[in-house]
Each structure stands twice: as structure tokens, then as C-alpha cells.
């Protein structure tokens, strides 16, 4: 009989006050959306770290009769110089820290060059002459490039040490900042969200204060009283989290998968499996916003 009455006043509860559960539900679907998204993004820069971090290759270059650095004075690296990298290579202070590596001359350097800018102006522009011939060195720990950095860098034939690291950082940077915005935003609409539902709970236990005194005479204790008010704040932001996770799995679904990642094979894309585990944390943090917040606003504003 208790449940059916809580139920009731359920659903009068949110029949009277449609336009606010709205709001509710449209508000936590917002903040909500944020939250996920953050989460999200996160979870995408970890994706793409642990993608080309295991990619990542330092490139030793060797003099051309162009290079400028200090190592190169004497012109263009020798095939002494070259057997003198390569031992180097595979000595076993450094060898340890090689997964693999590949010399790429620089014949090979100007058939990269034009795969790669095949449809640009640039492709007719470069001569062989003007490449360097390379070592490209997988690491097994892509933190342990300092180490190359130090042995290669002075080594004679040796124009310099590059870490492809170093490209891919500006990239995580501005993405890490764009996970901040969405953290930053994601949090005021949460506030947002939990003082509107405080807001709207209050309005709703004030418009039916002389049914909620009746039930106190009759003998009804506070926790009946203002469960039905709790509860109506909680499905409302359940349903707004319920709505932020179709609008995130549509996004990866329809966006990510059909359209980024068919447009770019050789990057690594979160999946529509991040959205099952991004879900329930929306679903619970709905939850306690919106319990909390009615708790509290009926605590001070519902005197029974």
C-alpha cells in the first residue's frame, strides 16, 4: 500500500510539474553530455597515445652535403661513418633499448617523399640530393629517448636525432586542453543542473505543503513524505542521462566510426564500446546529483 502511494505521488507529482521535469531532463541531458564528452576525449587521447606511442621511431639523420651541423663539417656522411652508427647500434648498452630499426637511404627517402605528396606541388620540387639517408629505430620504451638523443647527436656523420614524439605532443597538448573546456563546462552545468532540480523540487513539495501536513497528522514519517519529491528529481536526471548517452553513442557511432575513421585508416579512434562504460557513470552521477539536491532542498524548505 506504501508503494502504491509513493508511486501515486509519483506521477501526480510529475504530471503538475511537467514544464520543470523538462527542464530538468533537458539540463542534465546538457551537463551530462559534457561529462561524457570529457570523459570521452580522455579516454580518445589515451587511445591514440598508446597507438603511436608503440609507433614512435627516432630517426637518426645522416649528412647530406647541405647539413649545416657541426658533426657534419667534414660533408656528406662515409660508408665508414655509417658502419661506425650501426655498430654503435648494436652495442648492448644501447641495443637493449631497440625493438627494431631499418636504414632508409636516400633513394628510398625521395620514393617516401613523393608517396607522400604525390598530389602536391612539393612533389617535383626535391631531388635525392637533398634527403638524408636515416636510421629509424623502434623503441621498446618510447621514454628512453634522451638516450639516443645523447649517444647519436655528436657522433661524426650524424646531422641530428629527431623523436617523433615531439611531433605528436602539440597534438595531446591541444587535445588535453580541449578535455579541460569540456570538464570546465561540464561542471558548471552540473551545478546548473543540481540548483535547478532544487529548485524545482522545492517549488513542487511548497505547491502541495497542505497534502504533505495532512500526511504528517495522519501519522506519515518524513522519509514518506519527501520520497516521492526525491524520487521525481532522480527519474527526470535519469532520463537526461539516458538521452546523453544516446547523444554520445550517435556521435561515435555516426561521426567516429562511419565518417573520421574511414577518412583516416592510420589513426586509432575510441570505439562504440567507450559509450557502455561512460553510461553508467553518467547514470550514477545523475543519480547523486539529483538525490542529493532534492534531499537537501526539501531538508531546509519542507518543514513536516
Known sequence: MRLGFILGEIGSGLRRNMSMVISVILVTLVS?????????????????????????????????KDSASPSCAAGAVTDEQKKNIQTLLDAPDIKQYVKNSQFETQDEALQHFHEQYKDSPLDGSITVDQLQASFRIGLTDPEKYSIFQERFSSVPGVDQVVDQRKVLEPLFKVMNGATWFAVSIAT??????????????????FSRRRETGIMRLVGASKSVVQLPFILEGVIAAVIGAGLACVAL???TKFAIQDVFVPANPGVAFISVAQVWWVGPILIGLSIVIAGLSSWLSLRKHLKV
Open 32 to 64: 551530462l553530455t559534457f561529462v561524457g564528452a570529457a570523459f570521452m576525449l580522455q579516454k580518445q587521447i589515451d587511445v591514440m597515445k598508446g597507438y603511436w606511442y608503440d609507433r614512435i621511431q627516432v630517426s637518426i639523420f645522416l649528412c647530406n
Open 188 to 205: 558548471l552545468m552540473t551545478v546548473a543542473a543540481a540548483l535547478l532540480v532544487a529548485t524545482t523540487i522545492r517549488l513542487s513539495a
Open 249 to 251: 553513442w550517435a556521435f
